[in-house]
């Protein structure tokens, strides 16, 4: 095989412009999310006073919209495969937009849940969506970058939220919040628009028997014509289709185009790799969720309140500034992810929230049972809210989205990383909807506490189960896995395998 990770013989050119344009306009819908998680962090205080609601109530309100996007994660997997990548993200932004709308004109409670009902949905069709376009669009040596966007837009989202808090709390009560909620109705309506300049997704394009389509695309978005020849070679052995077929157009059976049988080869009757990719993909976004990040985005307010910041333009601009580092941060992500590999980036990530979680754990253990102000556990709590987002978004944050998308075979990608967020989404609403509970139960030191055991569960977990999987092609992936405690052996086999070409 060709070694086409080799740099001295890549070709640099303008197609790879194209590529980074494309993943760009896929990974934005993971804004929408981002959006909503950092808006309501803010316009759940005017809604509360609004509508009277009980701590209970305000983390259904809040938590509830991870636990409706299952219902668009468990459909986005087949219906990518059905019409394809490019017009999921359509429907994902229809729905996000009759979401906001709805959210903008609820006259009750039971208004609002609707609206973030159908907002949900939408959630979850774009985060699907997102990573597994970016991956299948993008040429094996900028993967890593161009799917680390999903988070980035993510965060970007979250500040957009925060903003939208603070321009719109001088307005009434009744009206400020509904501008909040309701002006994400735009990014939506942009979102979908920008779906004219894509092309589809060549791996999907495969699958559907079009081969001259996926072969102009490829074309388009790989390093050089040569890896575009090798890599429709790659795609067109993972569909199943005859090499020596060169047709602009093949049958393609039923089944393998539109992802019938894919649930048996995940779960009934597995081969060893992909059983180790799903394990993977799963405790990934699991630990992800339960290490306390969208606890943190959601109530920081509610953090920084227990840290000691008490007047509300103080919180606001807490929060902005929570925003703005998570936003920056993932930065370094993007830009080493290809450099130094995924390993090294997640492991870093998760002994860093590890540090930032146990201090945080104990400097608001002796802000609540202090009488008096303690100047400097208030410092060390908010510095630590902001170091836990850093460590957070240059490792863990970007990582699930880039891992999980470049993994799985190519016929159960789309399926794969729908289970994948299906957990996430889960796992997020559960400690969204419980936070409030969690720490008036033990504390909110002990909550932080908590959080820290769950990150030393997962760093102890990334390290034995996870291969490395820079440079790979996607159609390769396979080789990596099957083997949780051999992937030493295998990655120094693949090593020698290089440098004997």
Not at 421 to 440: D, E, K, P, Q
Request: glycine share 10%.
């Amino acid at each position: 095989m060709v070694n086409i990770q080799d740099s001295e013989t890549r070709k640099k050119s303008g197609t790879n412009k194209f590529a980074i344009v494309c993943a760009l306009l896929a990974s934005m819908n993971a804004i929408l999310l981002g959006y909503d998680i950092g808006v309501m962090s803010g316009a759940i205080i005017f809604i509360k006073k609004q509508f009277n609601l009980s701590d209970v109530k305000v983390e259904l309100l809040a938590g509830l919209l991870s636990i409706y996007s299952l219902v668009g994660a468990a459909a986005a997997g087949r219906t990518s495969d059905r019409i394809g990548r490019r017009y999921t993200i359509v429907v994902a932004g229809c729905f996000f937009f009759a979401g906001a709308i709805l959210m903008g004109f609820a006259t009750n409670y039971a208004f609002l849940m609707f609206g973030r009902f159908v907002a949900g949905i939408g959630v979850g069709f774009a985060m699907i969506i997102s990573p597994v376009y970016a991956a299948e669009v993008a040429p094996a040596s900028m993967r890593g970058f161009l799917t680390s966007f999903t988070e980035f837009f993510v965060n970007v989202g979250i500040l957009l939220g925060y903003l939208s808090n603070y321009a719109f709390s001088k307005l009434p009560l009744n009206l400020g919040w509904r501008f909040m909620l309701g002006i994400g109705a735009i990014p939506s309506v942009l979102l979908a628009l920008g779906v004219l300049i894509m092309p589809e997704s060549s791996r999907w394009l495969v699958m559907q028997g079009r081969l001259g389509e996926a072969k102009r695309v490829l074309d388009r978005t790989c390093d050089s014509k040569e890896e575009a020849a090798q890599r429709l070679v790659e795609i067109k052995q993972a569909a199943g289709i005859p090499l020596d077929i060169d047709a602009e157009i093949v049958e393609v059976p039923k089944q393998k185009s539109h992802g019938a049988g894919v649930w048996r080869d995940l779960f009934l009757h597995p081969t060893p790799a992909v059983r180790h990719m799903l394990i993977c993909a799963l405790a990934m976004h699991f630990f992800q969720q339960v290490s306390g990040i969208d606890a943190v985005v959601l109530y920081s307010p509610r953090i920084f309140e227990k840290a000691g910041i008490k007047s509300s333009s103080g919180l606001l601009l807490a929060t902005v500034a929570v925003g703005i580092v998570k936003t920056l941060s993932i930065l370094v992500a993007t830009f080493m992810l290809d450099k130094k590999g995924r390993r090294p980036l997640l492991l870093s990530s998760v002994g860093g929230m590890i540090m930032a979680l146990l201090l945080l754990g104990s400097c608001l253990t002796v802000t609540h049972h202090s009488h008096t102000k303690v100047s400097w556990a208030v410092g060390v709590s908010i510095a630590m809210v902001y170091f836990y987002v850093f460590a957070f978004s240059v490792g863990m944050g970007p990582m699930v989205y880039v891992y999980c998308s470049e993994i799985f075979p190519l016929r159960l990608r789309a399926q794969g990383v729908a289970m994948g967020m299906a957990v996430n989404r889960l796992m997020s609403g559960t400690i969204s909807i419980t936070f409030l509970s969690l720490y008036h139960a033990i504390t909110i030191g002990g909550t932080f506490f908590l959080f820290a055991g769950v990150a030393m569960l997962a760093f102890a977990f990334f390290y034995v189960c996870c291969p490395e999987t820079k440079g790979r092609p996607l159609e390769d992936m396979e080789t990596l896995f099957g083997k949780f405690w051999g992937w030493r052996s295998i990655l120094k086999e693949e090593k020698n395998k290089e440098t004997e070409i």
